[in-house]
């Protein structure tokens, strides 16, 4: 059973007001899937926001892009790319060179040299819990292991390379609970933070600042009273 506090938002520094939201408390935020409810009055998109939605992509299933020579796709700790290649391919025609920040995956003994991908990876991964292999001689798969400690989505691939509309992610339900606490909660608190901005409303952190200085403000009142009733 989840645990709720109700938080009344009030206006901040010209800040707009909102209604009082049920926050879950810790760890137990309730949206661990699509159960927050779409509003009618939230506000219309920017002519940025408009900008940047024209210039991103649905990810595919697998939370990232299918491309001409290969597709890929991530969860918050990897990201696995698939490549076909000819059938009867040999491991050994197979370049990959998996580097902190940077990634080359091509095909030895063409001319010229077959490149699939080439380029500066969007984060950094581990090299050494990342690795390559050829499945069936036709289909070269390559995991790659985020080193990022925040663990978030990557826009693409590559730097430069078709950028996907992040907030269309959707990791499954059902694996959250495979998650370390850290992480889960860390997870949740960005599916919060994410729900909340497409609804117009205040973040966690921002609810957080409200409430720490409707707290100062209360507890500056409570002095002034008392140097009153003292006079």
């Known amino acids: 059973l989840y645990k709720y506090s109700t938080f009344e ?22 949206i661990l899937s699509d159960d927050i409810e779409e509003t009618t009055n939230s506000t219309p998109p920017s002519e ?3 900008k940047e939605n024209s210039t991103t992509l649905l990810p595919n299933s697998a939370n990232g ?4 020579k290969y597709s890929w796709g991530q969860s918050l700790q990897e990201v696995t790319i698939t490549a076909p290649v000819p059938a009867g391919t040999k491991s050994r025609q197979i370049t990959c060179e998996i580097e902190k920040k940077s990634l080359k995956l091509g ?5 010229p040299a077959m ?3 080439e380029g500066e990876l969007f984060g950094q991964v581990k090299v050494g819990e990342s690795f390559w292999h050829l499945e ?14 925040r663990r978030n989505w ?15 992610v959707e990791p499954e339900p059902s694996r959250l609970g495979d998650l370390d606490p850290e992480l889960r909660s860390t997870v949740e608190k960005m599916m919060f933070d994410q729900r909340q901005k497409e609804m117009s409303r205040p973040t966690s952190d921002e609810i957080q600042q409200q409430e720490l200085l409707k707290k100062f403000d ?3 009142m409570k002095r002034v009273d008392k140097f009153s009733n003292m006079a």
């Open 136 to 149: 069936d001689q036709k289909t070269v798969s390559v995991l790659l292991t985020k080193s990022d400690e």
């Open 154 to 168: 990557w826009k693409s691939l590559v730097k430069g390379g078709p950028e996907i509309d992040t907030q269309k």
């Open 107 to 111: 095909l030895k003994g063409e001319e």
């Open 48 to 50: 940025q926001e408009k």
């Open 9 to 30: 938002v009030s206006p901040i520094h010209s800040q707009p007001s909102h209604k009082s939201i049920p926050i879950a408390e810790a760890e137990a935020i309730a």
């Open 65 to 68: 892009l299918d491309m001409e």
């Open 115 to 117: 490149i699939i991908i």
């Open 218 to 220: 209360f507890s500056k």
